[in-house]
């Protein structure tokens, strides 16, 4: 996570831990399951004893490449702009997991929130804003797109006959 302040360098948190990895998953097994007439989720490419024992057309493979979180604070009215940049690698095997089809997404999520302060017991107490409307608009505009570059795919649609 950054944090940028206005007159003021980036700050870096690199141990500010935000999940999104249960709810990334989530959205790309549903929309899996809306693309393709049947989709099961295979947690790990090692276990070769399930692929051998499912009769499966192909293999959708993703991979998280980058998830980073930035705040840019207006101080002056007090507001705070959450940018999330999400991006993975797509990749469709056929079942002797030979790659078929590779692809890159990348987005941008965006949230704006509003910054609260009052002083509570001589100290300055600050709430907000919050990442989470910028991380679930990155999920879902990833989603969507991952969806498009699928649905769009000639090698894809190929298999699926």
Avoid: C
Wanted: aromatic share 10%.
């Amino acid at each position: 996570m950054k944090q940028d302040e206005a007159g003021t360098p980036y700050y870096v948190f690199p141990n500010f831990v935000f999940p999104i990895g249960e709810t990334l998953s989530s959205k790309i097994e549903e929309m899996s399951r809306i693309v393709f007439k049947k989709a099961i989720v295979i947690d790990s490419l090692q276990n070769k004893e399930f692929l051998n024992k499912e009769a499966l057309d192909g293999i959708l493979a993703i991979s998280l490449k980058k998830s980073e979180i930035e705040l840019h604070m207006e101080v002056s009215v007090w507001r705070a702009i959450g940018r999330h940049n999400l991006s993975i690698t797509a990749s469709f095997l056929d079942p002797k997991l030979n790659t078929v089809w590779n692809t890159e997404v990348a987005v941008e999520g965006k949230g704006l929130d509003f910054v609260t302060s009052r002083v509570e017991h001589e100290w300055w107490m600050t709430t907000g804003p919050k990442f989470g409307p910028a991380v679930d608009e990155a999920i879902e505009k990833l989603t969507y797109e991952l969806a498009q570059k699928l649905i769009a795919s000639k090698e894809i649609s190929e298999i699926k006959r």
